[in-house]
């Protein structure tokens, strides 16, 4: 059964503490992707792995850390110097499709997400 | 920011009216892709529409991308209490890495 999980739904942190978000992919995909959604909002990209052993930054990676050690993982650390850590974080996958004139393109399949709150 | 605009940002309609969402962007893009959220849920993906391509068709949905205005419609015909969720165009930049500007959404309630 293959597919994107991410564990565990629901996250409670107090203050100052780190607390660490999973993300397993069994689809063979390269790339890898960290999002947050707050109430209302459109998704923010937090960090991406394009491959293994490689991640570059999002548009909001203060306060987060991520580490790709294996194809299949991808886990998002969501540390104390995030001040706002309250919101829905969503984990996606994707491959490279290839057209018959070069042309390529990639889509994305997400796991059901991981609601994170601030006791 | 590259981030589109959906407009409207909620709609209701009766189940078996079509339904239309538009989405806005600001820089040349490669391809435009739609997303359905259900509440509390992940994301799934329903259609790609390339910057080369005019419209696209899958199943009760039909896709348009006009280029010179920087903007797509999504439109899903006949639709039903179970399309109410939330849609999300995302845009993949001309140049760069191929990751994702999602939009703010538009919020469908379908009311049997």
């Known amino acids: 059964d293959g597919g994107i999980t991410q564990s565990p739904k629901y996250l409670f942190r107090k203050e100052g503490q780190n607390v660490t978000l999973s993300c397993e992919q069994n689809?063979?995909?390269?790339?890898m992707y960290w999002y947050r959604q707050d109430p209302g909002q459109g998704l923010r990209l937090i960090y991406y792995?394009?491959?293994?052993?490689?991640?570059q930054k999002g548009d909001i990676a203060e306060g987060y850390s991520v580490s790709r050690e294996k194809k299949e993982s991808f886990p998002l650390t969501v540390t104390s110097a995030q001040k706002n850590p309250t919101a829905f974080y969503l984990c996606a996958s994707s491959m490279t499709a290839f057209g018959v004139a070069g042309e390529s393109w990639e889509t994305q399949y997400f796991g059901p997400g991981t609601r994170l709150l601030v006791l | 920011s590259q981030q589109g605009e959906e407009d409207p940002q909620a709609l209701s309609i009766q189940e078996g009216e079509n339904a239309t969402m538009n989405c806005s962007y600001k820089t040349s893009i490669n391809n435009l892709q739609w997303y359905r959220q259900n509440s509390g849920r992940g994301l799934v993906h329903l259609i790609l529409i390339r910057s080369n391509e005019r419209e696209k068709h899958s199943g009760r949905l039909r896709v348009t991308l006009d280029t010179s205005k920087k903007s797509s419609s999504l439109l899903i015909t006949a639709s039903r209490a179970a399309d109410t969720a939330s849609y999300f165009c995302?845009?993949?930049?001309?140049?760069?890495?191929?990751?994702?500007?999602f939009g703010t959404g538009t919020r469908l309630t379908v009311i049997p």
């Open positions: 995302a845009t993949v930049l001309q140049t760069g890495a191929n990751n994702l500007f």
């Open positions: 792995s394009q491959i293994v052993n490689d991640f």
């Open positions: 689809l063979n995909h390269d790339a």
